[in-house]
């Protein structure tokens, strides 16, 4: 009996052990060939004790892998060996989440000069439905632990046609749940003349946190967990963003439950994409724009990821995706690209945008990687929040004015 209770403390006191990152660099590494792309596809199922933090993408664009040190003379040697060019970009992870903030703010309501839990950004959401008439809770179903996936409708004139807007379906891109609340606030709050137009002029859903199990665990173990906490053999999680019923399994995915890109056993086997999905269904066909948050690299991507080919309204979506990179690079000129994701950072099928896209051919759909470019990638200092989050919300004031000069809707 003592034994089991030795154990049981000893189980605990593993489970709840916050991983520390003390030591491990973010290395960037050049390629020239697609030998040397196709030996870090087979690295990265093959190699332990690395983290990619951007996906293997075409020739042209860097690929930043986390290194744990002891891998690094490993990786280091491996790497060289194939002439691939590194350099270090991130010294030491764990001195950036030691800089990074995160309060807890559940008395006060929520704030932007800081990172907030799960249970702050429910119990705000709670509390705005409670005291707001424009706003209604929705509990979309459970994840896989038993949290709730919850976001909120906003409706200033109901019955108008809609926006969707969904955050954190990676766990560690915490910029995303914050870019979301901060949406919320400012539909509910904002004086500003052109933003105002829009806000009233749709219905809204916005959900900061739709992978709520992976975003606990990086606040509560550790802070670089992508997927879903589903167990799958020796392995946790599947990728939320490969997994819905999109060309599932076809590209930019891997079938091994370690990956980091793992699609799961089937598309939408994961509670919190098909339960976000069915709640979609219900909406659909009223959805004028679909917009996913994402971090990191400063890009707008459109639609579809599993084929270079173009939309067929390709011509007016990028129009409307330079217009928003446009209006987002003036206040602090901020660098976005805008373009077909397949062409400019990776071919990758199954994600949330390509699944409403295809179901419901909503004419606008973006993902934003938000802020930075490598820099402190998915562990953004917590002072660039609000700047962050100002340029997004000019970003989105251009976006739907070039939809309306297109026609796509008529603001009032
Ligand atoms: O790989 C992803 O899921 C996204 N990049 S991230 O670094 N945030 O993981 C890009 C998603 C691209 N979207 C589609 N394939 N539709
Ligand atoms: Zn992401």
């Known amino acids: 009996m003592k034994e089991l209770i030795v154990l049981l403390v000893f189980c605990v006191l593993v489970t709840t052990e916050v991983q520390k990152y003390d030591g491990f660099k973010v290395y960037r590494l050049s390629l ?83 990172y907030h839990s799960l249970e702050d950004i429910y119990s705000w959401l709670d509390e705005l439905a409670k005291t707001n008439p424009s706003i209604t809770l929705i509990n979309v179903g459970s994840t896989y632990e038993g949290r709730q996936i919850k976001g909120v409708k906003v409706s200033f ?9 969904e955050g954190g379906i990676h766990a560690r891109e915490w910029i995303t749940p914050a870019t979301v609340t901060y949406l919320i606030n400012e539909l509910l ?29 990086t606040h509560n173990s550790s802070r670089l967990w992508r997927k879903t906490r589903t167990p799958y053999s020796n ?16 590209a930019g995915t891997s079938d091994k439950p370690c990956s980091e890109v793992y699609g799961g056993p089937a598309g939408f ?18 959805l004028d724009a679909y917009l996913a948050f994402h971090s990191y690299g400063q890009m707008l991507l459109m639609p579809y990821g599993h084929t270079s080919q173009h939309l067929d309204n390709y011509d007016e979506v990028l129009r409307i995706g330079k217009a928003a990179i446009n209006g987002l690079a003036k206040r602090y000129n901020t660098k976005y690209i805008v373009g077909n994701i397949a062409e400019i950072i990776y071919k990758a099928s199954g994600s949330s945008m390509d699944w409403v896209k295809m179901t419901y051919k909503t004419p606008i759909a973006f993902t934003y990687e938000l802020r930075d470019r490598g820099s402190s990638g998915f562990v ?26 297109l026609a796509y809707f008529t603001l009032s």
């Open 32 to 114: 020239n060939t697609t030998e040397q792309l196709d030996f870090l596809h087979t690295l990265r199922d093959s190699m332990e004790g690395l983290d990619f933090w951007t996906g293997l993408s075409i020739l042209s664009r860097p690929v930043d892998i986390m290194v744990d040190p002891k891998y690094e003379a490993e990786f280091l040697k491996t790497v060289k060996d194939q002439g691939i060019i590194t350099e270090v970009f991130i010294e030491n992870v764990q001195m950036l989440i030691d800089k990074e903030k995160v309060t807890s703010n559940s008395r006060s309501g929520m704030s932007w000069n800081s």
């Open 157 to 165: 004139n109901p019955g108008k046609r809609s926006v969707f807007i």
């Open 189 to 217: 709050t904002s004086k500003d003349k052109s933003f105002r137009s829009i806000a009233d002029g749709f219905d809204w859903y916005l959900f900061p946190v739709t992978n709520p199990d992976g975003y606990a665990f």
């Open 235 to 250: 392995c946790f999680g599947a990728d939320p963003n490969r997994n819905w019923n999109a060309h599932w399994g076809v």
């Open 269 to 286: 086997s994961e509670l919190e994409t098909s339960s976000l999905s069915k709640f979609i269904s219900t909406v659909g066909p009223s």
């Open 380 to 405: 953004l200092p917590a002072n660039q929040i609000i700047p962050n989050c100002l340029e997004v919300v000019d970003s989105i004031v251009a976006m739907f004015q070039e939809g309306e000069k």
